[in-house]
C-alpha cells in the first residue's frame, strides 16, 4: 500500500496500518534512541512510549509540516534526550562518543541476515571523521544547522553541502 | 532557483533530518509538490536514512508491538459481543420526566464538549503564536553566529588574507581568500561572483607561479542558494596564487584561462 494512505489510515485509528507502520521504523527508531541512550533496555521502554505517543497524537501528524519518517524521529529524540536528562539516568554511565552509531554497525552481528550488510559496515569503517560527526549531530541527536556549526566550529553556510556530500556517498553504496 | 539547483544546496538532506525550520519545512514541501524530481530525491534520501539508522539495531524489537497494543487496548478482534440488557416498561409519569433529565443532561453535556473545544483551539492558537516567535529568535541567532563565527575565523592570528581581482572575461568580479596555513584550510568569500549560469560552476585552483601549475582545489556546489557565500575548502599545496574560473557542471581536469574570473597573488612571507 502507498506510504500516504497507510498514514492517512493509521490516522483514522486502522491498527493494521498501525502495525506496517511499526514494522517499516521500528529498527531506525529503537538505533535512534539506542545509539542516545546505549543501553537496550531502556531503549526498548522508550520504543515503546514513542509509538504509544505516536498512536495517540496520531491527530498533529501533518503532511505540509514534514515527513512521517521525521516525525517519529523527532518523538523518539525527544523521548530519549529527556530519558538521558532524568534523575534515574544520570547513575548510569555516559559516555559522548560520537561515533558511537559507527560502532554499532560495525559490531552488529544481527545486521548479517540483511541485504547490504556488508556495504553498510564497509561504509562506515570508511567514513570521514567529518562525516561521522555530522552524521552523528543531525540524524542521531537531532541537532539544528547552527547547533552542528557550533559543535563543529565550521561556518553554517557550509553545513548542508558537507552533509549532502557524505549522505551522497551512502546513497551510491545503497543505490538508492 | 531551479529544482536541480535546489537538490545540490543540501536543503532536502536536513529536511528529512528534521533540522530545519517549520517555515522551510513547508517551502521544501510546496517544492516537492511542484517538482516531481525534488519528491524522489526526498524518498531517496529517506530510504537511505532509514537504512543507516536501522544498521544501528541490534535487538529484534518486532514482538513489542503486541506490548504496544496491549497497552493501548487495540484488538484485532473487531466482533465483540453484545450483552443485551431487558428493558421493563416504566411508569408512564416517571417516562417523561426521565427523558427530560435525558435531554438536560444531553444539552449540558454538549455544551460542555464545545466549551473544551473552543477553549481547546485557544490553546492552539496560543501555541502556534508561541512556535512562531520562537522561530524568529531562532533564525535571527542563526544570522548571527553565522556573522561571529566568520568574523572569528578572519580574525585568527595565522591567517594569510588574499585578495583576487577581477579579470578580462568578468572585471567587476572580486574574491577573497583567507588562508590557515597551519588547518590547511581555506574560506572562500565569494560575494562578488555573479551567479553561475545554469550548468557552469566556479572552480577553485591553487598554483604555482614558476613554472605555472594549477591544482583543483574543488568546485562550489550550491553558490546560488548559500546566502554568506562563504565557502571553506582544503589546501595542503605550497600555493603562490589562486585562482577561480567558470567551468562545466562537475568541474574540470585543468582551468579553463578564457573563463578565469578571478585571480590574486599571495604576498610572499616576511
Known sequence: MELEKLIEKFQQKDVKAFESLYTMYNDSIFGVIYTIVKNEDIATEILQDVFVKAWNKADS?????????????????????????????????????????????????SLDEKTNAIGLKKYVSKLAEKCKKIIDFIYFKGYTQKETSEALEIPLGTIKTRNRNCINELRKMLEV | ??????????????????????????????????????????????????????????????????????????????????????????????????????????????????????????????????????????????????????????????????????????????????????????????????????????????????????TSLGVIEGFSSDKDKVFDVTNTNESEAFGITLEPAGGSESPTLEQLYTLGVVASNP
Open chain 1, 61 to 109: 501528524y501533518n503532511a505540509g509540516k514534514g515527513r512521517f519518517f521525521t516525525w517519529l524521529l523527532n518523538i523518539a529524540r525527544n523521548a530519549a534526550i529527556d530519558k538521558t536528562r532524568s534523575k534515574s539516568f544520570k547513575n548510569a554511565q555516559q559516555n559522548l562518543d560520537v561515533d558511537f552509531f559507527v560502532h554499532s554497525i560495525e559490531t552488529n552481528d
Open chain 2, 1 to 214: 532557483m531551479n529544482s536541480k539547483e535546489y537538490i545540490a544546496s543540501g536543503i532536502l538532506e536536513l529536511y528529512v533530518a528534521g533540522a530545519l525550520s517549520e517555515k522551510e519545512n513547508e517551502e521544501v514541501y510546496a517544492m516537492m509538490q511542484k517538482y516531481p524530481e525534488v519528491m524522489q530525491e526526498v524518498l531517496s534520501i529517506e530510504a537511505a536514512i532509514v537504512q543507516l539508522t536501522a544498521a544501528t539495531s541490534a535487538t529484534d524489537t518486532t514482538g513489542i508491538f503486541d506490548v504496544i497494543q496491549t497497552e493501548l487496548n487495540l484488538s484485532d478482534d473487531t466482533s465483540r459481543e453484545t450483552t443485551i440488557v431487558p428493558i421493563q416498561k416504566p411508569r408512564s409519569i416517571f417516562r417523561y420526566t426521565g427523558w427530560a433529565a435525558a435531554v438536560i443532561l444531553g444539552i449540558s453535556l454538549i455544551y460542555s464538549v464545545l466549551k473544551t473545544s473552543d477553549l481547546q483551539s485557544e490553546l492552539e492558537v496560543v501555541q502556534s503564536e508561541k512556535e512562531a516567535l520562537k522561530e524568529q529568535i531562532y533564525k535571527a541567532n542563526n544570522d548571527l553566529t553565522a556573522a561571529t563565527k566568520l568574523l572569528s575565523v578572519l580574525r585568527t592570528k595565522d591567517i594569510i588574507s588574499v585578495p583576487l581581482g577581477g579579470q578580462a572575461v568578468s572585471p567587476t568580479s572580486y574574491a577573497k581568500v583567507y588562508w590557515d596555513k597551519k588547518a590547511n584550510q581555506v574560506y572562500l568569500d565569494l560575494q562578488g561572483l555573479p551567479d553561475p549560469p545554469a550548468g557552469k560552476v566556479y572552480q577553485v585552483w591553487s598554483l604555482t607561479l614558476n613554472p605555472l601549475t594549477p
